[in-house]
Each structure stands twice: as structure tokens, then as C-alpha cells.
């Protein structure tokens, strides 16, 4: 269970199943120009021997940008997981699943990178990331 301090309050994350590996491609819910992102690292993931790393909605990870812009492409760069395909449970019993992988680019303080998210993101990383929530247009 990962812990974030957000305005002073400590916010204790919910399980969430860990579905999209490390050297997944996942695409951009932003404008920033980027297209596709292909994940390098999950920040703060603590795993098991042998075991590939693997991130969730709402989790701080290391992209670079596998398609887009010739200024964007080959740089490790931070984003945020926003959406994934696989079900995620939430504690009244309720499933909620996505058409796709998707993330949003990221500056290294938090803020994003473009204007504007593309489709829906999830609750869980909305509650965590409140820029990100500020200029998403549907929250499921």
C-alpha cells in the first residue's frame, strides 16, 4: 500500500491489481504531442525477486516516448498511469475497466505537461493526483 502526503493530509491508497508491466506501451491522455509511452520504471515500486515490475492507476512512473514528436521521442520523461484495462475493484464491490492503457505526461514537481486530458480517468488517480483531476473532463 503506497502512502502520499497531499496538503498535509497523509492519503493511504486503496489495493489496486498491479496489470501493466514494466516495457508495456500504453498511450497519451494529454496534448502534449506525445502518442504512444513505453514504461521503463514504476517509482517506488518494491517487488519480489524475478518478478517484473508492474504499475496501477493512480502510480508515479518513468516513460520515454516510443511515438511523437522528434523533440519528445528517447527522453525518460515522468508520467502518471490514469486508466488500464484491467478491472479495478473498488470497496463498495463495483468493477470498473477501460477500453485501453493510458497516461498522462508529467513535469518532475507534479504539474502536467499539456492543457488538456483526453477521455476519462479514473477515481483512484484523480484522488491522488488533484492537477491531474483539475483539468480531466470525465472522472469515472
Same mark, same amino acid.
Given at each position: 500500500?503506497?502512502?502520499? !502526503? &497531499?496538503?498535509?493530509? &497523509?492519503?493511504?491508497?486503496?489495493? !489496486?491489481? #498491479?496489470?501493466?508491466?514494466?516495457?508495456?506501451?500504453?498511450?497519451?491522455? =494529454?496534448?502534449?504531442?506525445?502518442?504512444?509511452?513505453? !514504461?521503463?520504471? *514504476? *517509482? %517506488?515500486?518494491? %517487488?519480489?525477486?524475478?518478478? #517484473?515490475?508492474?504499475?496501477?492507476?493512480? =502510480?508515479?512512473?518513468?516513460?520515454?516516448?516510443?511515438?511523437?514528436?522528434?523533440?519528445?521521442?528517447?527522453?525518460?520523461?515522468?508520467?502518471?498511469?490514469?486508466?488500464?484495462?484491467?478491472?479495478?475493484?473498488?470497496?463498495? %464491490?463495483?468493477?470498473?475497466?477501460?477500453?485501453?492503457?493510458?497516461?498522462? &505526461?508529467?513535469?518532475?514537481?507534479?504539474?502536467?505537461?499539456?492543457?488538456?486530458?483526453?477521455?476519462?480517468?479514473?477515481?483512484?488517480?484523480?484522488?491522488?493526483?488533484?492537477? !491531474?483531476?483539475?483539468?480531466?473532463?470525465?472522472?469515472?
Amino acid at each position: 500500500m503506497g502512502r502520499r !502526503i &497531499l496538503s498535509g493530509v &497523509l492519503v493511504r491508497r486503496q489495493k !489496486i491489481t #498491479r496489470a501493466v508491466p514494466v516495457g508495456s506501451i500504453v498511450n497519451c491522455a =494529454d496534448n502534449s504531442g506525445a502518442k504512444k509511452l513505453k !514504461i521503463i520504471q *514504476v *517509482v %517506488g515500486y518494491k %517487488g519480489r525477486l524475478k518478478r #517484473r515490475p508492474a504499475a496501477c492507476v493512480g =502510480d508515479h512512473i518513468k516513460v520515454s516516448v516510443y511515438s511523437g514528436p522528434y523533440r519528445l521521442r528517447k527522453q525518460v520523461l515522468d508520467a502518471v498511469l490514469v486508466r488500464q484495462k484491467f478491472p479495478i475493484r473498488r470497496p463498495d %464491490g463495483t468493477r470498473v475497466m477501460f477500453e485501453d492503457n493510458a497516461a498522462v &505526461l508529467i513535469t518532475p514537481e507534479g504539474n502536467p505537461m499539456g492543457t488538456e486530458i483526453k477521455g476519462p480517468i479514473a477515481k483512484e488517480a484523480a484522488d491522488l493526483w488533484s492537477r !491531474i483531476a483539475s483539468m480531466a473532463t470525465l472522472i469515472i
